[in-house]
């Protein structure tokens, strides 16, 4: 069996963003501000291991952005 997110071809910290997002969208206005500015303070970074050792440190969310981009301007043609 595999993981929906797995299957859709995105990351498992990409499927968490993008499930949080839609939970924040779904709350009522005054709930939905307050979770929204608590998700935009959220600081993670990531760093991608090579042969045991860890490589650059990343801000996730600028990650996600840019794989964002990435994957717009790379969407093949039907």
Do not use: Q
């Not at 990351?11 to 939970?23: C, I, P, W």
């Not at 990531?46 to 969407?75: Q, Y």
Request: net charge positive.
């Amino acid at each position: 069996m595999v993981f929906a997110w797995k299957a859709a071809g995105i990351t498992y910290n990409r499927y968490l963003a993008v499930a949080s997002r839609a939970l924040r969208r779904s709350l009522k206005e005054d709930k939905r501000i307050i979770a929204e500015r608590r998700g935009e303070a959220a600081e993670v970074k990531f760093a991608k291991w090579s042969n045991g050792k860890p490589g650059e440190t990343i801000n996730l969310s600028s990650a996600n952005a840019a794989a964002a981009a990435e994957n717009a301007t790379s969407v093949p043609s039907s």
